[in-house]
């Protein structure tokens, strides 16, 4: 029974809240005349002693008593009697294990933004140090225009712009202080909410004690938050990996960040894009997890909400340990020029324009994409570049085509012209750039 009910084992992470929370719990208590200042001081002072236990390692966890809550709480009844008894008057574990969590992830969302934040001065630097290298952009995994590799790179910086902005949302809705609350219906106590709120720096209160023990939207949106998020690098991690096979040939990822094969010598695995993508696969389930634990749950705490911990623990967890490396590995990654010129001379890709072409020559769009269409399709059964082919030959599909469209079939010149706003053109993408640079800098200021 007790190995199956106990949350020990993987809530002791809260130890440092717990004690920062019960700390300005006795302070009130005393403020209020609900103990006195002597006995408030002695168990402080006994919880300040318990946090050193913990954090040299000498703390004694005992399983008999299910939680970290109940193991600090005994360890301070051991050290001071019936007084530490006075540290739960006016309190219940249903507030206080939601007060913990609450602080537990303001301290962990501060963190994470910064990895995200650094994340996207990396994809800047990139963005930077890749200035005027064109690529393929593909849709559906098939050639289509050239591009910008900066652009490209910057595609998902603004996805990082999305997350870090549900994520200040995400702290908003988690910066409310449940304490008082007591196990559903509030408390008899003289007690002064606002004063533990305001010592714990919380911005704002629950207004409603059921709410308050019944409530775990904040860690459901700090999971769906995170989904997203890893979705974003997985789909990063998907392109670095295709992009370093021999097929493509793009780029090369640092030795640092890849592993090599136990049978075959010539291998050299993305092991960490690779595992960014499987651990999506990991954090949807703690998303899913929560979401059917809440979906039957009548009103207010059941034990079924202790379920909360482990999916957001190893959630933070992950998202601690996959960013600065992976901010690490897109920092230390190589391009190989020479394949990517290669890719990029394929002047199919300059279709589009050839179509936009045609139609500056008074032809209707649907015509245009449909000589384009022929033209292509003969060069590819010749097995030749749009470029080979002979003015002559090429005004058998359309008459216009017989001019000089040699810019039109630059790649260069093509991405040049897509100078509309949020467009590849180097003119464009250097003002999202700037954009991007000033934004990264303030997006703290402005949420
Ligand atoms: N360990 C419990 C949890 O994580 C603490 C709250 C227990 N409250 C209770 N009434 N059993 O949810």
């Known amino acids: 029974m007790l190995h199956f009910t106990a949350s020990l084992p993987y809530d002791r992470r809260l130890a440092s809240c717990d004690i920062r929370g019960s700390i300005a719990h006795v302070e009130m208590l005393a403020d209020r005349s609900v103990i006195n200042a002597e006995e408030a001081e002695l168990i402080i002072k006994g919880l300040e002693e318990i946090r050193a236990e913990v954090q040299e390692g000498r703390f004694p966890y005992d399983l008999e008593f299910e939680d970290i809550h109940m193991n600090i709480e005994k360890r301070l009844i051991e050290k001071l009697g019936p007084l530490g008894g006075k540290l739960h008057t006016a309190r219940s574990r249903n507030d206080q294990v939601t007060l913990d969590t609450h602080l537990y992830m303001k301290e962990e969302i501060r963190i994470i933004d910064q990895f995200l934040q650094q994340l996207q001065a990396t994809i800047i630097n990139l963005a930077d140090r890749f200035e005027g290298v064109l690529i393929p952009g593909y849709t559906h995994l098939q050639r289509a225009q050239p591009v910008l590799l900066s652009h490209h790179l910057l595609a998902y910086f603004w996805m990082l712009v999305r997350d870090r902005e549900r994520l200040a949302g995400v702290l908003v809705r988690t910066d409310l202080m449940p304490l008082g609350a007591g196990a559903i219906a509030g408390t008899g106590y003289d007690i002064d909410r606002e004063q533990v709120a305001e010592k714990l720096s919380f911005s704002r209160l629950y207004e409603n004690s059921i709410d308050a023990v019944s409530d775990r939207d904040y860690i459901i949106e700090f999971l769906s938050f995170s989904a997203l998020l890893m979705m974003h690098l997985s789909r990063l991690c998907e392109e670095l990996i295709m992009w370093s096979s021999a097929e493509f040939g793009f780029i090369e990822l640092d030795d ?26 990991r954090v949807y389930g703690s ?24 999916g957001l623990f190893d959630t933070v967890d992950t998202l601690k340990n996959l960013l600065p490396i992976l901010s690490e590995m897109l920092d230390t990654m190589s391009i190989d020029r020479v394949r990517l010129k290669e890719a990029v001379d394929d002047d199919y890709l300059c279709a589009t324009d050839l179509a936009d072409y045609l139609v500056r020559q008074g032809t209707n769009f649907r015509d245009a994409h449909y000589a384009v269409g022929e033209f292509i399709a003969f060069c590819r059964r010749e097995g030749i570049r749009l470029r080979e082919l002979d003015p002559e030959k090429r005004s058998r599909f359309h008459p216009a085509l017989a001019g000089d469209i040699a810019d039109l079939l630059d790649p260069v010149k093509v991405v040049n012209a897509r100078c509309s706003r949020g467009g590849t053109a180097p003119s464009a993408v250097k003002k999202q750039l700037e954009l991007a640079r000033r934004l990264s800098g303030n997006q703290k200021k402005q949420q």
């Open 256 to 281: 640092a960040y890849t592993t090599g094969s136990s049978m075959m010598p010539q291998k050299k695995n993305p092991d960490l894009a690779e595992l960014a993508r499987g651990k999506t696969g």
């Open 287 to 310: 998303l899913f997890s929560m979401l059917t634990v809440m979906k039957g749950l009548p009103l207010a705490y059941n034990k079924d909400m202790q379920e909360d911990k482990e």
